[in-house]
């Protein structure tokens, strides 16, 4: 697919004073962002920026007016539709993946919890339930709970190993004293 094909099966929204598409996922690391970045011909001065909408219900991809939006530690930033601009939303609250440093707005694909999204809220917050109709950053690797299952057997079975090696060890130990 070259990049106008791409650019055509993007849906461009209405409501804001630049162009803002929606997008299924935003970039995974820094190849996609670069082709994003391209794909809708972003440059130095209007960098490509991937964010959830105000209402957290769908993300969002555009040249913003800025070459990157500086995000500060505990906060995940959303695009307005009212005036086009970014604001911010506190994640101290979340149950992990709220950031503790600052980064780049064009760093944001180490940080997934703030662009992880579905039934108008971050995936990350206690109070948001997932459902099919999430809007997430697709895995691209990591462990799924089947990897988890057989870590857990190995590092059962490790201990159970390390323990009766101990233990003969004791007993043997135990043994030379009485002869």
């Not at 920026?49 to 995940?76: D, H």
């Amino acid at each position: 697919m070259t990049m106008l094909d791409s650019k055509s099966h993007m849906k461009k929204l209405d409501g804001y004073k630049f162009p803002v598409y929606s997008t299924e996922f935003c970039p995974r690391n820094e190849s996609e962002w670069n082709k994003r970045a391209s794909t809708l011909n972003c440059n130095k001065t209007n960098g490509y920026t991937c964010l959830p909408n105000e209402n957290f219900t769908e993300l969002l991809e555009f040249c913003y007016t800025a070459p990157f939006i500086w995000i500060q530690e505990g906060v995940c930033l959303y695009l307005k539709s009212k005036g086009s601009y970014v604001n911010a939303y506190n994640c101290s609250h979340f149950i992990d993946g709220c950031h503790n440093t600052s980064y780049q707005s064009r760093q944001i694909f180490d940080y997934p919890a703030c662009i992880t999204i579905g039934n108008g809220c971050f995936l990350a917050e206690r109070s948001c339930k997932s459902s099919p109709n999430t809007t997430h950053q697709p895995e691209t690797s990591g462990l799924d709970m089947n990897d988890w299952l057989w870590v857990l057997i190995v590092i059962g079975i490790a201990a159970v190993v390390s323990f009766s090696s101990c233990m003969l060890y004791v007993y043997r130990k135990r043994s030379e004293w009485f002869f």
